[in-house]
């Protein structure tokens, strides 16, 4: 090996258009599908750059134009399969536009969060889209600066910043109207942990029970299977009257809640109905048969990237909010009360 050799270099667009008797401003045209080039240069410039190896750098092209034709997905959770289908909504209404994606996982920590919001927007991409958020308006607003942004499944009142959701307060009321008619009356909400701001559904299920003059029953968990499991065994440890109807914040927490009871030898919906929220894949099981409020995830997804599109294609305008109805889908986990 001769040690003073180089590593070959890249090739240019001065090389392309050298090769090509061409200006590089004529390359650069090419490069971007100018419709402003004739049909003998273009095809001169493309073989040229082909007989060369030239690779354009599509960054630095997109940076030129001001837009980088890429946007930032920040998602609470990767293991809770409705993120999965609010993704797969997303991918479906970007399609065909040209926009790529990057993938962060903010892990219900806000720091992280926003580090991660921070990092997109240094990359300079075009938008972000936030499934989950569980920092500030105000925070979020400053780690922005400017970017604009599609907010699902909360509401948030920040300039620039788009909302996409389900109504929560309707998905809690409609659980407990569910089981009200059913006939039971001692129905507890397991709920997620006081400091996130995603309350609507716990308002819903409170407002509820103040309707039908039934005295609620709190418990808070997180926003898993695990936590179901152990907020279950640490009721029935506790040697206290069952509720005969659970709501619970989402199905993740509603099938750990009926593992738990299976495990007792207790029976769904034999000794407890169970509701739960979000409609995963999972839920529609025959194994499992969890009633659930459909949160309409898919669309979800399809609607911020069509928000999202508008946003960065548009002049900047005022914040706007989509707000979908939840569905309630009935399974075998919930039936008429016992006796």
């Not at 095809?43 to 030129?64: F, I, K, Q």
């Not at 500030?136 to 599609?150: C, E, F, K, Q, W």
């Not at 008619?181 to 996130?196: E, K, M, N, T, Y």
């Not at 559904?201 to 418990?219: I, S």
């Amino acid at each position: 090996m001769n040690p003073t050799s180089s590593a070959p270099r890249s090739v240019t667009m001065e090389d392309v258009a050298r090769d090509a008797g061409v200006s590089r401003a004529l390359v650069s045209l090419v490069m971007r599908d100018s419709p402003k080039v004739s049909p003998a240069k273009r095809t001169a410039v493309l073989e040229s750059a082909a007989a060369l190896g030239y690779s354009p750098n599509r960054l630095a092209s997109r940076l030129a134009s001001r837009r980088t034709h890429t946007l930032g997905l920040l998602f609470l959770d990767l293991h809770n399969s409705v993120f999965a289908d609010i993704y797969d909504g997303i991918t479906e209404g970007l399609a065909g536009s040209g926009n790529q994606v990057m993938v962060a996982v903010g892990s219900a920590d806000p720091a992280t969060e926003l580090e991660a919001v921070r990092s997109f927007v240094d990359l300079r991409v075009d938008g972000v889209i936030l499934a989950g958020y569980t920092g500030s308006s105000a925070d979020l607003a400053a780690a922005l600066r400017g970017t604009p942004a599609v907010v699902i499944t909360r509401e948030l009142e920040v300039d620039g910043v788009d909302s996409v959701l389900t109504d929560d307060f309707r998905s809690g009321a409609l659980a407990v109207e569910h089981l009200h008619g059913l006939g039971h009356r001692r129905i507890a909400h397991v709920d997620i942990s006081d400091w996130l701001p995603y309350t609507a559904r716990r308002e819903g299920y409170l407002a509820a029970m103040k309707q039908f003059g039934l005295e609620p029953q709190l418990v808070h968990s997180d926003m898993t299977e695990r936590g179901g499991r152990a907020v279950m065994e640490s009721f029935l440890a506790s040697g206290a009257d069952l509720p005969t109807a659970i709501f619970a914040h989402n199905d993740l927490t509603a099938i750990g809640i009926m593992e738990a009871l299976a495990a007792h030898g207790l029976s769904v919906p034999g000794d407890v109905a169970i509701v739960g929220c979000d409609n995963i894949e999972v839920a529609a099981s025959p194994l499992i048969g969890l009633t659930s409020i459909n949160q309409h995830a898919g669309e979800l997804g399809r609607l911020a990237a069509q928000a999202m599109l508008d946003r960065a294609a548009g002049p900047p305008g005022p914040a706007v909010t989509r707000k979908l109805e939840p569905a309630l889908m009935v399974r075998s986990s919930s039936n008429p009360a016992a006796g």
